[in-house]
């Protein structure tokens, strides 16, 4: 299952350097919506389900996808206009606001925080957070794993220069977990379920009591100011594609586990966790924005995010019909 799922970062990190110049440019008057999508959530949901297709049929506006592993190569391409929409975990867009990305923070829902965790081999001589001290921690930087890491090690009154920090794609770590040659690995769903799946794997921590779990629906600048209601259409759909899921969880596992491949039991493991709420789609909330001002903060202080960032500045709200 891991090795095949190998093969889904069609962009990945070659994205900006393979296939973002093939890319159209955004343009004023939408008549293509172009999405940059992960397989697991509610967009995944939406894709298979035909949702923003019909929704904006009447716009005479076309929907295209494009699959990314992670949310860094996504938004560098959304940032750079190859792509007008896309979701991430609550790291990547400070990376991409840092860089001078064209973006804004659009809308939101909320995860369970026990969907990302630490993981160890069942063998491994780490039992506690204390004892990460001098291993190899793999993570993708700038993804929501970089957040989880940082904050259980800060949580067993550790700093990230503490451990080996070592940046690998989900797929990638994925291959260096199993064969042993990293100690501990920070990840999310649906990987972690996969990896949970394997008697081999112990989980040493979840991020329950450690991190929030948000996630966020981005999108280009260009394209938002001039296409502010396709936006607004768009967070009311996936809204409602969220609802439906999570009032059908039967239905909505077998359609996840079509999507990534995963098995039904294991994609079951996923919907299902404490505090997961497919219908939490919203724009940007009060307590979001906070959130993300404060990891902004944090990051700059650590010396992660080069520069000090106002995230309020790129957080979209649309205007009052």
């Given amino acids: 299952m891991i090795s095949r799922r190998q093969t889904l970062g069609l ?11 093939a890319m159209k440019p955004a ?13 697991n959530g509610v967009l995944a949901l939406a894709k298979r389900r035909g949702a923003l297709e019909k929704r904006l049929a009447d716009r005479g ?29 609550d790291v990547p867009p400070l990376f991409a606001q840092a860089a001078g990305a064209q973006l804004y923070y659009v809308g939101l829902y909320r995860g369970s925080p026990a969907a990302s965790a630490i993981l160890v081999r069942k063998d491994s001589p780490i039992k506690t957070l204390e004892d990460l001290k001098g291993k190899k921690v793999v993570f993708k930087r700038g993804s929501s794993a970089h957040n989880v890491a940082i904050k259980v090690l800060r949580h067993a009154g550790l700093k990230p220069e503490d451990v080996e920090q070592i940046d690998l794609s989900p797929p990638d770590a994925a291959a260096a977990f199993k064969n042993g040659s990293i100690d501990a690995w920070s990840i999310w769903d649906p990987y972690l379920a996969i990896a949970e799946a394997d008697p081999e794997t112990r989980v040493l921590t979840t991020a329950e009591g450690i991190v929030d779990s948000y996630s966020f629906f981005l999108a280009n600048r260009n394209f ?13 759909e996936l809204a409602k594609v969220g609802k439906s899921a999570q009032s059908n969880l039967d239905e909505t596992v077998k359609e996840l586990s079509e999507i990534t491949g995963v098995p039904v039991e294991v994609t ?25 001002q404060g990891l902004a903060d944090e990051f700059y202080n650590l010396g992660i995010v080069p520069k000090k960032l106002v995230t309020g500045d790129i957080i979209w709200r649309p205007k009052a019909s």
């Fill in 224 to 236: 938002t100011d001039a296409n502010g209601q396709v936006i607004v259409d768009v967070i009311d």
């Fill in 268 to 292: 079951r493991v996923t919907a299902t966790r404490k505090g997961t709420d497919l219908g939490s789609v919203s724009t940007i909330t009060d307590a979001a924005a906070a959130y993300q």
């Fill in 27 to 39: 343009r004023a008057a939408a008549t293509e919506f172009r999405i940059g999508w992960q397989k």
């Fill in 11 to 21: 962009f990945g990190a070659a994205a900006a350097v393979g296939l973002l110049p």
């Fill in 61 to 89: 506006i076309t929907v295209s996808w494009s699959e990314f592993t992670s949310g860094p190569p996504l938004l560098e391409a959304l940032g750079a206009g190859a792509l007008d929409f896309g979701a991430t975990g």
